[in-house]
C-alpha cells in the first residue's frame, strides 16, 4: 500500500476557483530550481462570463504588512508570471503531468485544470528576518506565493471573495559535496612579549545540518609572557539584506564560555562542542530564518548557495555563518582579546525522493474535496491552506 500523501488545497469564498497542489516546497538546485506545479479547480457556474487565471510571484516585504504610506508601500515585486487556466489554452489531454497533477485531475474531474511555472534560478529563497515580540505585523522577508483567481481579464483586479492565495517556498537543500573543513593557524604578537601566541582551529567539517552538534578544535601555545583566562566559542550568523536596503546584520545565535587557562609557557588542546538553535534565539530581532508557511515552525536560515554569474543584489537576504573563538588574554599593561573565525555552512539534508517524476508518491485513495467544506473561514484567511491526506 502506497504511503499517504498531503494534498494542500485551498478554495475561494464565493467558490469559483480553488488550488490544489501536492507540496509547497520547491528546491533550488543552484543550477536550475524544481518546477511548481498544481492544478486550479473552477465552477464554469460560479464563473459565468469570466476567466481564471493562476499567479506565481515573488515579493520582498520590508514593513507593516498590506501597509501603504503616502503612497509608498512597503513591498516590491521581485518576479511575477500570470497564465491563464480556464477556458484552456492548451489540450488538458495532450499536456505533459506530472504524477500528482495526473492523480488530481483524475480524482477532481472535468473541471480540473493543471498549471506549471518554471522558476528562473535567479531568484532570492525564501528567508525571514525575525521581528522584535513589539513589532505587530511587521517583518522583511522574501515571499513566494500562488494565486488563482476569477476576473474577464487578466489586467482587472479581481475581488477579495473571487480569490484563493497559497504560500509557498524556494528552499535550498545541502549540496552532494562540500568543501574542505576549515582550519586556522595563526600567531599573535603583543607589546612587551617576545614570542607570540600561537592558535591552532579546524572543524570536522564544512557543511553541518540544522540541529547537528559543531566540534571546534581548538590548539593553544602560549609562547608570550601574556596568560589566556578564558575560552569563548559562538556561531555567528551574518545576513546581508542587499536588495533595498544593503545593511548587514550579525547575530550570535550561539555562544560558549569556559574558564580554561593557559599560562604563559603552556599548552592546550581540548574539543569544543557548540549547537546553534532557533530555539535559543526567539528573543532576538533580525535573526535571519527560512520562510516559514502559516501554522508551521522554522529554523535558523539556511546558508545562501549562489550560482555563479548570478548578481547578489537581486538575491534579497543573504546568510552565511562563521564560529568564532575569543580568548581573553591578561597581561601587565592591559588586557585584550583574540579573535579567530572559521566559515561553515549550515543547511538541511537533501531529502529521500520517493516513486514519480515529481520526486513524491501520490497515494491512490485521494478523496473528492468538497468545495463548501474548503472555503475561507473569514475574509483575512487568503493566505492559509487546508491540508488533506489522501
Request: aromatic share 8%; charged share 25%; with cysteine.
Given at each position: 500500500m502506497s504511503p499517504k500523501q498531503i494534498v494542500f488545497k485551498k478554495l475561494c469564498r464565493d467558490k469559483s476557483v480553488?488550488?490544489?497542489?501536492?507540496?509547497?516546497?520547491?528546491?533550488?538546485?543552484?543550477?536550475?530550481?524544481?518546477?511548481?506545479?498544481?492544478?486550479?479547480?473552477?465552477?464554469?457556474?460560479?464563473?459565468?462570463?469570466?476567466?481564471?487565471?493562476?499567479?506565481?510571484?515573488c515579493t520582498f516585504r520590508y514593513g507593516p504588512e498590506d501597509a501603504d504610506v503616502i503612497g509608498l508601500k512597503f513591498w516590491r515585486?521581485?518576479?511575477?508570471?500570470?497564465?491563464?487556466?480556464?477556458?484552456?489554452?492548451?489540450?488538458?489531454?495532450?499536456?505533459?503531468?506530472?504524477?500528482?497533477?495526473?492523480?488530481?485531475?483524475?480524482?477532481?474531474?472535468?473541471?480540473?485544470?493543471?498549471?506549471?511555472?518554471?522558476?528562473?534560478?535567479?531568484?532570492?529563497?525564501?528567508?525571514?528576518?525575525?521581528?522584535?515580540?513589539?513589532?505587530?505585523?511587521?517583518?522583511?522577508?522574501v515571499e513566494f506565493e500562488v494565486k488563482a483567481f476569477s476576473a474577464k481579464n487578466q489586467d482587472e483586479k479581481p475581488q477579495k471573495r473571487s480569490t484563493v492565495k497559497m504560500m509557498i517556498r524556494k528552499v535550498q537543500h545541502a549540496p552532494d559535496q562540500?568543501?574542505?573543513?576549515?582550519?586556522?593557524?595563526?600567531?599573535?604578537?603583543?607589546?612587551?612579549?617576545?614570542?607570540?601566541?600561537?592558535?591552532?582551529?579546524?572543524?570536522?567539517?564544512?557543511?553541518?545540518y540544522h540541529g547537528e552538534n559543531i566540534d571546534v578544535h581548538l590548539s593553544i601555545t602560549n609562547d608570550s609572557s601574556r596568560t589566556v583566562k578564558g575560552v569563548t566559542?559562538?556561531?555567528e550568523q551574518?545576513?546581508?539584506?542587499?536588495?533595498?536596503?544593503?545593511?548587514?546584520?550579525?547575530?550570535?545565535?550561539?555562544?560558549?564560555?569556559?574558564?580554561?587557562?593557559?599560562?604563559?609557557?603552556?599548552?592546550?588542546?581540548?574539543?569544543?562542542?557548540?549547537?546553534?538553535?532557533?530555539?535559543?534565539n526567539r528573543d532576538k530581532k533580525g535573526i535571519a530564518l527560512d520562510g516559514k508557511l502559516k501554522y508551521e515552525d522554522t529554523n535558523l536560515a539556511s546558508t545562501s548557495i549562489v550560482k555563479e554569474g548570478v548578481l547578489k543584489e537581486v538575491i534579497g537576504i543573504l546568510v552565511c555563518y562563521r564560529l568564532v573563538v575569543k580568548l581573553k588574554t591578561s597581561g601587565l599593561v592591559a588586557s585584550s582579546e583574540v579573535r579567530a573565525e572559521l566559515p561553515?555552512?549550515?543547511?538541511?539534508?537533501?531529502?529521500?525522493?520517493?516513486?514519480?517524476?515529481?520526486?513524491?508518491?501520490?497515494?491512490?485513495?485521494?478523496?473528492?474535496?468538497?468545495?463548501?467544506?474548503?472555503t475561507d473561514k473569514a475574509e483575512g484567511e487568503e493566505g492559509n491552506a487546508s491540508p488533506a491526506e489522501g
Open positions: 480553488g488550488v490544489y497542489m501536492g507540496r509547497r516546497d520547491f528546491v533550488d538546485h543552484v543550477d536550475f530550481v524544481d518546477p511548481v506545479d498544481g492544478v486550479v479547480l473552477v465552477d464554469p457556474t460560479q464563473l459565468k462570463d469570466k476567466k481564471a487565471y493562476v499567479t506565481l510571484s515585486e521581485i518576479y511575477q508570471r500570470t497564465h491563464q487556466v480556464y477556458p484552456p489554452l492548451l489540450d488538458r489531454e495532450k499536456s505533459t503531468h506530472t504524477k500528482t497533477q495526473e492523480k488530481l485531475l483524475h480524482k477532481l474531474g472535468v473541471n480540473a485544470y493543471p498549471f506549471f511555472f518554471e522558476l528562473p534560478d535567479n531568484l532570492p529563497c525564501s528567508v525571514a528576518l525575525q521581528p522584535a515580540l513589539t513589532d505587530v505585523d511587521k517583518h522583511c522577508a562540500s568543501g574542505p573543513a576549515p582550519s586556522l593557524q595563526t600567531a599573535y604578537d603583543f607589546v612587551m612579549s617576545e614570542k607570540p601566541l600561537l592558535v591552532e582551529a579546524s572543524l570536522d567539517k564544512q557543511l553541518y566559542v559562538l556561531v551574518v545576513a546581508n539584506v542587499v536588495l533595498f536596503y544593503n545593511d548587514s546584520y550579525t547575530e550570535p545565535v550561539a555562544m560558549e564560555q569556559f574558564s580554561d587557562t593557559v599560562a604563559s609557557g603552556d599548552k592546550l588542546d581540548k574539543v569544543y562542542t557548540i549547537l546553534p538553535l532557533l530555539a535559543n561553515f555552512q549550515l543547511m538541511h539534508p537533501k531529502p529521500e525522493t520517493g516513486v514519480g517524476d515529481d520526486g513524491e508518491e501520490v497515494c491512490d485513495e485521494l478523496k473528492h474535496c468538497s468545495m463548501k467544506q474548503e
